[in-house]
T-cell receptor, first 114, second 112 residues
């Protein structure tokens, strides 16, 4: 099993450009998450999904959109990138066993917006 | 929403000693609490989960305690090794069981 994979690993964007980050998991997990991690801020939840075709806002959703058309994939889109979106983005997934929601993380995408 | 506090200062300890990291929360007592390890340039890795009715949980050299009266969890690494050097994050459920909130983490450095 590959677990959780993310593409790309690195990306540099100019302000106003758009891009999509792809997350894939092969563990048949229902729940998937997108986080951003900034120095001193910890992991902050952007959006999440509790199943195929569903999405919900997290703590910092502004400027991002997501889609979960297939159970194994969770896409994070930036329509018009801003320097404030420079960060490391992590995708995670978890099963649906209540009371044991450990999350499995991908390796991260380092995004720089100039 | 839950506020989580972890010591933001790095913790330096000598190899072989026991490292103790703290996770404090301020609001409602969660049904469980998780601990993760994060190495530089990598995603967090799950280590342990402790439920509200468990006082203590062990896994090899790791021990976690959960005190719902103090609203605190302690994470211990006994006989610490340089390979234990990493950032350790605690996480608590927020908004039901669908998601968790992470603390900012404590960086542990084990000195040979």
């Amino acid at each position: 099993n590959a677990g959780v994979t993310q593409t790309p690993k690195f990306r540099v964007l100019k302000t106003g450009q758009s891009m999509t980050l792809l997350c894939a998991q092969d563990m048949n997990h229902e729940y998937m998450y997108w986080y951003r991690q900034d120095p001193g801020m910890g992991l902050r939840l952007i959006h999440y999904s509790v199943g195929e075709g569903t999405t919900a806002k997290g703590e910092v959703p502004d400027g991002y959109n997501v889609s979960r058309l297939k159970k194994q994939n969770f896409l994070l889109g930036l329509e018009s990138a801003a320097p404030s979106q420079t960060s490391v983005y992590f995708c995670a997934s978890s099963g649906q066993e209540r009371g044991r929601d450990e999350q499995y993380f991908g390796p991260g995408t380092r995004l720089t917006v100039t | 929403s839950q506020k989580i506090e972890q010591n933001s200062e790095a913790l330096n300890i000598q190899e072989g000693k026991t490292a103790t990291l703290t996770c404090n929360y301020t609001n409602y007592s969660p049904a469980y609490l998780q601990w993760y390890r994060q190495d530089p340039g990598r995603g967090p890795v799950f280590l342990l989960l402790i439920r509200e009715n468990e006082k203590e949980k062990r896994k090899e050299r790791l021990k976690v305690t959960f005190d719902t009266t103090l609203k605190q969890s302690l994470f211990h690494i006994t006989a610490s090794q340089p390979a234990d050097s990493a950032t350790y994050l605690c996480a608590l459920p927020s908004g039901g069981y669908q998601k968790v909130t992470f603390g900012t983490g404590t960086k542990l450095q084990v000195i040979p």
